[in-house]
């Protein structure tokens, strides 16, 4: 038996082929490169029956197709949203899958249910039935498990936590992403350093000076203390420290794990001030016993929650007859 994986993001495809004696083979990663609509489409295709040669290279047979999805997966309909990808409002991709692929079984779920289970699966969730995993990337949002079951909410949308609202009054530059994910994304890093930039018509560092102010040289010069820098990112931790405490003070998770492009490199640094600032604001019972993490799988998480959903799927589907 053989499981392909395959993680699609805004940008990029990740593959991978999974074989009993859990080993994961094969893995490759393309991207996009601006391919929209359809084009998206056809790459899956591509990946999945090159995966499927391969497996059968070694006398292996693909029974399922695990596929993790940027946005949200209707699974009434087997249509994808996903904002990101140009011409994915409702793209029909199980549809593409089965008449394609006749004899395989495809189990698609968004990313935030991924991530949780790729850290449940292979990563710092592992041996926990309650926990969260936060995504910060361009975007914001979290995979929730609770009594080891992904929540997915009513229109499977449930962990769209760039839309908490933490700050006061409203403003109308929310309504696009979220008041959280406004200043707490990657890209909202991005955004705030250029308005508190366009605030101090005297500010002469290395932002206006060629630097482009993005999360990543964001976060670089926070670590030498440069003024921008550090009012930016002391702005983020906050808004991250917040989203903690309501997390918490709601699910009452064992751990949080932190990943996301903005978390891949040095986010560990950030842990402790995270939860100094969450403690001021949650449940002070359930913020004494939570434990904060990075994850370590970094991108993988997102690929080895899809093999393990389509795993676990069709171990369910198999002990029901």
Request: hydrophobic share 40%; with cysteine.
């Amino acid at each position: 038996m053989a499981i392909i994986g395959v993680d699609l993001g805004g940008t990029k495809i990740n593959s991978a082929l999974w074989s009993e004696g859990d080993q994961i083979t094969c893995h490759n990663k393309i991207y996009l490169s601006g391919a929209k609509g359809d084009e998206v489409g056809e790459l899956i295709l591509t990946r999945i029956q090159f995966l499927k040669t391969e497996a059968g290279k070694t006398g292996k047979t693909v029974t399922s197709v695990g596929i993790s999805v940027p946005g949200i997966y209707y699974a009434t309909t087997g249509n994808v949203w996903a904002p990101n990808i140009p011409g994915w409002d409702n793209y029909p991709l199980l549809e593409k899958l089965q008449r394609s692929f006749t004899a395989i079984d495809f189990y698609i779920t968004n990313d935030r249910a991924c991530y949780i289970l790729g850290e449940v699966w292979k990563g710092k969730a592992k041996g926990c039935k309650d926990a969260i995993f936060i995504a910060v990337g361009t975007g914001l949002a979290a995979g929730i498990m609770i009594n080891g079951e992904v929540l997915y909410g009513s229109d499977g949308v449930a962990g769209a936590i760039g839309w908490l609202a933490l700050n006061r009054p409203f403003e109308e530059k929310y309504v696009s992403c979220g008041c959280n994910e406004y200043y707490a994304s990657g890209e909202g890093i991005a955004r705030y350093a250029r308005e508190v930039i366009a605030a101090k018509p005297d500010y002469r560092g290395v932002f206006k000076s060629g630097k482009e102010p993005n999360s990543f040289n964001i976060i670089e010069e926070f670590d030498k203390g440069e003024e921008i820098a550090v009012e930016v990112m002391s702005n983020a931790i906050a808004y991250w420290g917040m989203s903690v405490a309501n997390l918490v003070s709601i699910f009452n998770p064992e751990k949080i794990i932190f990943g996301g492009g903005v978390f891949s490199d040095n986010g560990f640094g950030f842990l402790e001030a995270i939860y100094a600032e969450a403690l001021k604001w949650g449940q002070p019972i359930s913020m004494r016993q939570v434990q904060l993490a990075c994850s370590e799988i970094g991108d993988l998480a997102g690929l080895y929650g899809a093999i393990y959903h389509a795993l676990q799927t069709e171990k369910k589907r198999q002990s029901h007859g």
